[in-house]
Structures are given as structure tokens and as C-alpha cells.
């Protein structure tokens, strides 16, 4: 996971706890992915003007939908139920990070977005990688290995749109800003059956 520059990685016991209640963590995790669907489209409707960012997120928000629709499979395959939307502290956390609109031009608005869309992705990545790793289930094992490749792809494609269109910005300073900060909150987590919790 070095690629994702994270500083704290996930602590493998965590993974204990997610065990226990195999019915939370799938139905966060489906909300998980029907939020970073929104995302996406919430960030091609403020930005339509970029063709290529619109394009490549609407395949991003299709996949994202795909992934909400395979855990809603497995959630129903098991006999379980897709609980209610679950409050997510640690996208809440870092949302707070990000700077608004009013501190910038529409560039740095984009960039921000784009940096807490490639950070929760790099985080979601590295808990699936350790979900896989350490999960008895084998069906759940190789279900969050598929998909940690997957959000892999989801960080790159954030990143590199930071990049391109951050014309003016330090987007790698404000990269390394982010990555210290998420350090920083990632501390308090990792003690629930949640995907980031």
C-alpha cells in the first residue's frame, strides 16, 4: 500500500471486530459506495465544462453503483438485511478538512473535492487489502481483494484530475497536508465494524 503514502496503516485486529457483526459492515459498506457514487456525479455537475473528468466519472459512478449492488447480492444471499443509511464520522472528519468555496476559486474547489475523493478512496483501498488479508470468510476474502483493486483505480483517477486541472495550485503540498491530516483522525478509528470506523 505504499503507493497510497499512507501514514498509519489499519491494524489487522480490527478485522476481529468486523467479524463479529458480518451484517453491520456489509450494509455500511453498501451505503459506503452509494455515497462515493454521489460523489462522483456531485463533482461532474459542478465541474461539466471537463469532458474527460465528466467521462471518466461517470464510469467511476456506474462501478460504484456495481459494487453497492454486489454487497446488496451478498447482504440478500446470506439471509441478512441492508440496514439504514449509516453516518460515516470519518468522511465527516474529513470533509470538515476540505477547504469550501469561499476560501478559493473554483480550481481549488475542484482540487479540494478531488483530494478528499482520492483520500477516502486510498483509506477504503488500504481496509479492504487488510479485510482480505484476514478475514476467515473466503467468500469475503476474495470479494474485498477484487474491490481493493478497484478503489486503487478510484485514488488514481482522483489524483490525476488534482493534478491536471489544478493549474496554479501545489496540488502534490496539499496532497502531503492531506495525508497528514487523515494520519492525524485515522488514529481515533479502526474500532468498529464499519468500513472506516
Not at 455537475?45 to 471537463?50: D, K
Not at 474527460?52 to 439471509?79: P, S, T, Y
Not at 476474502?141 to 483505480?153: K, P, Q
Amino acid at each position: 500500500m505504499s503507493v497510497l503514502r499512507l501514514k498509519l496503516p489499519t491494524d489487522p485486529r480490527w478485522v476481529n471486530i468486523v467479524e463479529k457483526n458480518i451484517e453491520e459492515i456489509l450494509t455500511d459498506h453498501a451505503w459506503c459506495e452509494q455515497k462515493a457514487a454521489t460523489n462522483a456525479i456531485t463533482i461532474i455537475t459542478n465541474n461539466s465544462e471537463h469532458q474527460d473528468l465528466v467521462q471518466d466519472l461517470l464510469a467511476l459512478a456506474k462501478e460504484e453503483i456495481d459494487h453497492f449492488e454486489q454487497v446488496h447480492n451478498i447482504i440478500i444471499k446470506r439471509g441478512l438485511k441492508l440496514g439504514r443509511e449509516r453516518k460515516d464520522d470519518y468522511v465527516n472528519e474529513l470533509y470538515l478538512y476540505m477547504k469550501k468555496n469561499g476560501t478559493g476559486s473554483r480550481v481549488s474547489s475542484l482540487v479540494e473535492r478531488l483530494l478528499f475523493s482520492a483520500m477516502i478512496e486510498a483509506r477504503s483501498c488500504e481496509r479492504f487489502k487488510v479485510l482480505s488479508e484476514n478475514i476467515q470468510d473466503e467468500e469475503l476474502s476474495i470479494f474485498y481483494r477484487d474491490l481493493m483493486e478497484s478503489e486503487a483505480g478510484h485514488y488514481t483517477t482522483f489524483i490525476t484530475y488534482a493534478r491536471k486541472y489544478g493549474t496554479g495550485i501545489d496540488v502534490e503540498k496539499r496532497w502531503r497536508e492531506w495525508i497528514e491530516y487523515e494520519a492525524s483522525i485515522i488514529a481515533n478509528y479502526g474500532k468498529n465494524e464499519t468500513i472506516h470506523g
